[in-house]
């Protein structure tokens, strides 16, 4: 089975950065470094998780993220962000995301995560 | 053959120059994240790498960040980190004290060898297992050496260098110079964090003095405000006088102003309060002595003098007001030296005290008292002027007597006695 990654920063360097990463671990990765960009990619490239980051030009991650759940509710969602305040990531988890992760991280612990949002969906939950 | 040697030679440089140019920029650059710059891209640029990194300890985070990088495969600055349990971290914290400096470093080329050999033998270890992480993290940031930075056997920061564009190894001469640089780099960074808190400590620190200082001046506020009722008490005890405090400051400031006593600053406020508790002492006189009806007998006199160094003496923890102290001390002495408690004479009397010692007397002399009935303003005038450079000091009567006539003068109702007195 194919794994598929959105990756979405409004940093390119983060984007490629990320894309090289799971890459090297057999995902196929889109990137994209807007909301509007995103909710294109996720009806168009089909992803099983995407990692959002919060702060961005226009349409910010948050809603963005009500938009992706909205639309494709089994889209697994893992926030990316710097920002890091009890009301954002309440209202992030509030809106459905699966998961926060703040920047910087740990490689390992995303590499993880992303591994745990894929079996979960084999698993049909 | 000579002409590639040549250019071979021109393109080494001198490490121990570069070393002392590094240990003069961090003297220089206050701000480390400057140098941790200057020596990624140098580093860069000298050594033609795919990409350079540091990795520095952030103590708040309790984890590693990556503070640079630079190259075509530069990492992404705040993106990624290192745990304290991050196997590499692990390694070089672990090993830093077994391997000698000359072996402290890491090749990834190193790593899968002593891989192979692992697997070469089955061992299947927590080692093993370590440097299996460590490869797969080493891979992960296209990282081909680690060079490790310490401070005091603390891992501050980490030196990751990429792979060489042109494909050739580095020389043990070469990672020496990384292995300096990276000391370099922790030791900016510590002396940075260091200074950095020196100066949050600082202002702690004056935070807290303005705190104290401030609660200070309060406490002395409040114990003014008591002195000043204790005062205005000491009077309430001869009632036909009630406003004896007030009225003397008026005076003795009315008089200062016509002295042309320069009152800026806490001049005023000083003459104000000393005019205001000159007899602030009084209040330790027994009742029987200084509301007597009637003349003193020569042992109550003596009770009766002591009031000026009580005065004194409730003062003494108005630190503010040591001034105040030794104005009030002397508002008894007389101008001929015939005063007490010290028997001082002329200038050796503060000026605040002479004057003083003129306003309170005549104030005394119109008011009513317990033991007679107030007396005439011509009678009090009359009585000033006579005691003029015996008991007072004559520039004071006069500077007085001319700011009394200017204020009657207002009033309409000038008494003869003050007629020779030019008001200008």
């Known amino acids: 089975m194919t794994k598929k990654l959105l990756i979405v920063d409004d940093e390119a360097e983060i984007c490629e950065f ?108 | 053959m000579p002409k590639n040697a040549d250019l071979l030679t021109a393109r080494k440089f001198d490490y121990q120059e570069v070393l002392r140019d590094v240990a003069r920029s961090m003297v220089r650059l206050k701000r480390p994240d400057r140098l941790v710059k200057l020596i990624t891209r140098f580093i860069d640029r000298q050594f033609g790498l795919s990409h350079t990194a540091l990795l520095v300890l952030d103590p708040k985070k309790e984890c590693y960040v990556f503070v640079n990088s630079k190259g075509s495969k530069r990492l992404p600055m705040g993106l990624v980190k290192f745990d304290t349990n991050h196997p590499i971290v692990q390694w070089f914290s672990g090993s830093q004290k077994k391997l000698p400096i000359q072996k402290d470093y890491l090749f990834l080329s190193d790593v899968k060898k002593m891989l192979s050999r692992a697997e070469f033998r089955m061992a299947s270890n927590s080692k093993g297992d370590q440097l299996l992480a460590i490869q797969r993290s080493m891979q992960n940031l296209k990282v081909e050496l680690l060079v490790p930075g310490y401070f005091k056997d603390t891992l501050v920061g980490l030196l990751m260098l990429g792979r060489r564009v042109n494909g050739r190894c580095f020389t043990t001469q070469e990672v020496t110079f990384f292995q300096t640089l990276a000391h370099d780099c922790s030791m900016a960074v510590k002396t940075a964090e260091h200074n950095q808190n020196l100066i949050e400590q600082n202002r702690e620190l004056e935070r807290r003095l303005q705190e104290i200082e401030r609660m ?54 000083l003459l104000s309060a000393a005019l205001i508790l000159h007899d602030v002492g ?143």
């Open chain 2, 216 to 269: 200070r001046s309060k406490e002395q506020k409040t114990y003014y405000e008591i002195m000043r009722s204790l005062a205005e008490e000491v009077h309430a005890k001869e009632p036909y006088i009630f406003g004896h405090v007030s009225e003397v400051e008026r005076l003795g400031m009315m008089t200062a102003r016509e002295m042309g006593i320069d009152l800026s600053g806490n001049t005023k406020d």
């Open chain 1, 18 to 125: 990320l894309k090289s990463f799971f890459e090297d671990r057999d995902f196929k990765v889109a990137t994209a470094h807007n909301g509007a960009a995103a909710l294109e990619q996720v009806a168009r490239f089909e992803p099983e998780v995407v990692l959002l980051d919060i702060q961005m030009p226009g349409m910010d991650g948050l809603q963005t993220l009500k938009k992706i759940k909205d639309n494709h509710p089994k889209v697994k969602v893992i926030m990316v962000t710097a920002v890091e305040t009890q009301e954002k990531i309440e209202e992030a988890m509030r809106l459905g995301a699966d998961n926060y992760i703040t920047k910087p991280l740990s490689l390992e612990y995303l590499e993880k995560d992303v591994q745990d949002k894929i079996d979960l969906l084999a698993k049909g939950t």
């Open chain 2, 282 to 424: 009084k209040i330790g006189i027994p009742d029987n002595i200084l509301c007597k009806p009637g003349q003193l007998t020569q042992e109550e006199w003596r009770v009766m003098k002591t009031h000026v160094e009580k005065g004194a003496r409730i003062l003494e923890p108005l630190t503010d007001f040591k001034r105040v102290r030794e104005i009030i001390m002397a508002h008894h002495e007389q101008f001929d030296g015939t005063g007490y408690p010290r028997g001082l004479k002329g200038d050796e009397i503060s000026i605040e005290a002479r004057i003083i010692a003129v306003v309170d007397s005549f104030h005394a002399i119109v008011s009513s008292r317990c033991y007679r009935e107030g007396r005439s303003l011509d009678l009090a005038i009359q009585e000033v002027r006579n005691c003029s450079g015996t008991q007072f000091d004559p520039v004071v009567v006069d500077a007085f007597l001319r700011a009394l006539k200017k204020e009657l003068l207002k009033k309409g109702e000038v008494p003869g006695v003050l007629k020779e007195y030019s008001v200008s």
